[in-house]
């Protein structure tokens, strides 16, 4: 049983911090990128952030861009999203999920989080 589990959302006023987690189980990826995506109220997901398996490629949006950090740690099964300087406009619902990595961009696969949402006051 392949599990995603995301953990850290919460609530934060702009200008802040919060750090993201993503604990995965059931197999090992080996091969997987993992990525992190996001659902506002009333509109699509949306690509956030993308990490390969040794950590040495990374994708961002680039609204995030230099405020995001993914990273992960595979001792531990778990992907970060270290994101700052918060804004309004970062409020969602986050989701993990495990994909390819192509050259410039990350395909989702068949396996996902429940999400963890994350609010940024003004």
């Known amino acids: 049983q392949v599990q995603l589990v995301e953990s850290g959302g919460g609530l934060v006023q702009a200008g802040g911090s919060l750090r993201l987690s993503c604990e995965y189980s059931g197999r090992t990826f080996s091969t997987s990128g993992m990525g992190w995506f996001r659902q506002a109220p009333g509109k699509e997901r949306e690509f956030v952030a993308a990490i390969s398996w040794l950590g040495s490629t990374t994708y961002y949006t680039n609204s995030v861009k230099g405020r995001f950090t993914i990273s992960r740690d595979n001792a531990k099964n778990t992907v970060y999203l270290q994101m700052t300087s918060l804004k309004p406009e970062d409020t969602a619902v986050y989701y993990c999920?495990?994909?390819?990595?192509?050259?410039?961009?990350?395909?989702?696969?068949?396996?996902w989080g429940q999400g963890t949402q994350v609010t940024v006051s003004s």
């Open positions: 999920a495990t994909g390819t990595m192509g050259v410039i961009t990350f395909v989702p696969g068949d396996y």
